[in-house]
């Protein structure tokens, strides 16, 4: 059991959190009011546990189904963004994925941080485009996204509202 605030009432009430999974090689998650923190070497069976235990977490805080699906779609597209900026190799990522007032966040926290991401670089109806549709998504679906630095190299924010 851990301590929560209601939001906006100051009342603490005790809740049951959900079990997460035993940690193993390139995944360490922990809880997080609201949500999780996850750890992680970036690799598509890692991405996949991710995704799955981020709408879990956040199913279970609260969020709508809508909030959650949207949540992954956007948590996938921040990791392959941070491992194409990274290299191809064992990338260290912080992933958060949590509930909040107006919605959800998701946050991803990566080692370079002067690799950042252009806004308005691809255009999403483009047929002959192989990529470069992952930016245009993020500002469709968490417009304001946002870049700043963090203790670990640069975190990518992105508000579900």
């Known amino acids: 059991m851990s301590a929560a605030t209601v939001h906006g009432t100051g009342t603490t009430v ?15 998650l922990r809880h997080r009011d609201g949500g999780l923190v996850a ?13 799955r235990l981020a709408r879990m977490a956040l199913l279970f805080y609260g969020a709508t189904s809508d909030h959650a699906d ?6 996938s597209e921040l990791v392959g963004n941070a491992v194409r900026a990274c ?25 370079v941080p002067e690799l950042l991401p252009h806004r308005g670089t691809a255009a999403m109806d483009s047929d002959q485009a192989v990529g470069g549709r992952g930016l245009p998504l993020l500002d469709l ?3 304001g996204w946002s870049i ?3 203790p670990i190299g640069k975190q990518i924010r992105c508000n579900l509202a």
């Open 14 to 28: 005790f809740v049951q959190r959900p079990p997460l999974p035993k940690t193993k090689d390139g995944f360490y």
């Open 39 to 51: 750890h992680i070497t970036a690799t598509q069976d890692t991405l996949s546990d991710l995704r």
């Open 70 to 75: 949207t949540a992954q779609l956007v948590l």
């Open 87 to 111: 290299g191809e190799h064992d990338v260290p990522l912080v992933i958060e994925a949590y509930t909040t007032v107006d919605g959800v966040t998701v946050t991803v926290h990566d080692p």
């Open 141 to 143: 679906l968490a417009p």
């Open 148 to 150: 700043e630095s963090s």
